[in-house]
């Protein structure tokens, strides 16, 4: 049971940074829209954060120091800044995504209005990382994640039809404009290389008090942890090419993301999906505040982590509390929980460079990884990948433009 534990921080990042709320939607949306056509951004994606957080996992374990607390060192205060900037400002906005997805959930568990929910989330939130340890919390929300495999039973039960949803792979539909099937493959990777996943990993790595007796405990979490959450991320896709493709109805909404549980598997079923997507919503929640926190703290030299007595790291618990009140504050003025995280998908494309960048440089630099610098292997994959997140970052914006939001 202990080699099984030894993976929940990579399912929790995983069911986190793959099947948040706003990846939970644009799954179903682009599976209602364009089927299985962009299957493969979620593959890419899944590789792509697979390459760079066994990087941050094995630098964290190496060094005993989380990555973003070696960008400030490695590459300057200036760049560090920039990079700091970018980070925290994706980060608030997810994290207002993730306290009003939760607040969603449990709106379609009990009838009452997200928006009363919004103040509760955010405060147990608060409460669960200023009292439960890092361990305990990582095994409650990163298990209770996967409940949203009942996706797998309902496409099962849904009984797709396995050619079309193959030819599907090959064939985006006709009617849809080339910029926006760009837009949506953008915003897809950026939901599956989100920047505070590395940071939350490695930071958590030091949490956990990894050292090079770790690596196998590493790269586990990130091959099993991961891999479940792009499989999870397709399974969702591909119900909602199964029911709602053929009808072109389109998904904007949790309530109508989660139908295909319910039609499929009846109110057990549907508890199941809403249980899971609460526990995975709450888990990125935490992920994202927590990752606040730890940007912060990392840059400006305080100390910092769960494993410190709050009194011995107040202002990294004071970031943590800040972030969760402006970010509750954000969701309680009406804002769609659901189009910040859209917006917030593309702002990260946009920042992916500034993220991997310097965990390529690091993982490259034998001052800190001695003998566990990247191989010849990583470095062509993880140089192929940048040129890919450059592309993607300089697209972004004007598709956002172009396409008024994937409209």
């Given amino acids: 049971m202990k080699k099984v534990f030894a993976v929940t921080l990579g399912i929790l990042t995983a069911i986190g940074g793959f099947v948040d709320i706003g990846d939970l939607v644009a799954n179903s949306l682009v599976g209602?829209?364009?089927?299985?056509?962009?299957?493969?951004?979620?593959?890419?994606?899944?590789?792509?954060?697979?390459?760079?957080?066994?990087m941050s996992g094995r630098i964290a374990a190496v060094s005993q120091r989380p990555v973003f607390d070696l960008v400030r060192e490695r590459l300057g205060?200036?760049?560090?800044?920039?990079?700091?900037?970018?980070?925290?400002?994706?980060?608030?906005?997810?994290?207002?995504?993730?306290?009003?997805?939760?607040?969603?959930?449990?709106?379609?568990?009990?009838?009452?209005?997200?928006?009363?929910?919004?103040?509760?989330?955010?405060?147990?939130?608060?409460?669960?990382?200023?009292?439960?340890?890092?361990?305990t919390m990582?095994?409650?929300?990163?298990?209770?994640?996967?409940?949203?495999?009942?996706?797998?039973?309902?496409?099962?039960?849904l009984d797709p039809d396995v050619g079309e949803l193959t030819r599907q792979l090959t064939s985006p539909p006709p009617d849809e404009p080339v910029p926006t099937y760009w837009y949506y493959a953008i915003a897809l990777l950026g939901a599956a290389m989100t920047p505070y996943e590395v940071f939350f990993f490695s930071s958590g790595g030091v949490e956990e008090r990894w050292t090079r007796k770790d690596l196998v405990t590493a790269r586990a979490n990130v091959f099993v942890g991961f891999p479940l959450g792009g499989f999870l991320s397709l399974v969702i896709a591909a119900c909602a090419a199964t029911l709602f493709l053929p009808a072109q109805v389109q998904v904007d909404t949790l309530g109508q993301m989660v139908l295909p549980a319910g039609l499929a598997l009846g109110k057990i079923g549907l508890a199941a999906v809403?249980?899971?997507?609460?526990?995975?919503?709450?888990?990125?929640?935490?992920?994202?505040?927590?990752?606040?926190?730890?940007?912060?703290?990392?840059?400006?030299?305080?100390?910092?982590?769960?494993?410190?007595?709050?009194?011995?790291?107040?202002?990294?618990?004071?970031?943590?509390?800040?972030?969760?009140?402006?970010?509750?504050?954000?969701?309680?003025?009406?804002?769609?929980?659901?189009?910040?995280?859209?917006?917030?998908l593309v702002f990260?494309?946009?920042?992916?460079?500034?993220?991997?960048?310097?965990?390529?440089?690091?993982?490259?630099?034998?001052?800190?990884?001695?003998?566990?610098?990247?191989?010849?292997?990583?470095?062509?994959?993880?140089?192929?990948?940048?040129?890919?997140?450059?592309?993607a970052a300089v697209a972004a914006i004007p598709l956002m433009i172009a396409t008024k939001a994937g409209q």
Avoid at 86 to 99: D, Y
Avoid at 138 to 145: Q, S
Avoid at 148 to 157: E, R, T
Wanted: hydrophobic content about 60%; charged content about 10%; some cysteine.
């Fill in 274 to 344: 809403i249980f899971g997507v609460f526990a995975a919503t709450f888990g990125a929640t935490l992920e994202t505040a927590l990752s606040s926190g730890y940007t912060l703290s990392q840059y400006f030299g305080w100390q910092w982590g769960k494993y410190v007595r709050p009194k011995d790291a107040a202002r990294f618990h004071a970031s943590v509390l800040v972030a969760v009140i402006v970010a509750t504050a954000l969701i309680l003025t009406t804002v769609d929980p659901i189009k910040v995280t859209e917006y917030s």
């Fill in 138 to 157: 990582e095994k409650v929300f990163g298990l209770a994640g996967l409940a949203l495999v009942a996706f797998a039973v309902a496409l099962w039960q």
């Fill in 348 to 391: 990260s494309a946009a920042a992916l460079p500034l993220t991997y960048l310097p965990v390529l440089m690091i993982a490259n630099d034998p001052d800190y990884m001695g003998d566990k610098v990247n191989g010849r292997f990583s470095n062509f994959l993880g140089t192929a990948y940048m040129i890919l997140l450059v592309v």
């Fill in 77 to 135: 205060p200036r760049a560090g800044l920039v990079n700091l900037g970018a980070s925290f400002g994706i980060n608030l906005l997810t994290l207002a995504a993730e306290i009003g997805g939760a607040a969603l959930a449990l709106e379609l568990a009990t009838g009452v209005n997200y928006l009363l929910w919004v103040p509760a989330v955010g405060l147990t939130a608060w409460l669960v990382m200023w009292r439960v340890r890092f361990s």
């Fill in 32 to 54: 209602a829209r364009f089927g299985m056509s962009l299957a493969w951004v979620v593959v890419v994606g899944v590789v792509g954060i697979c390459l760079f957080a066994e």
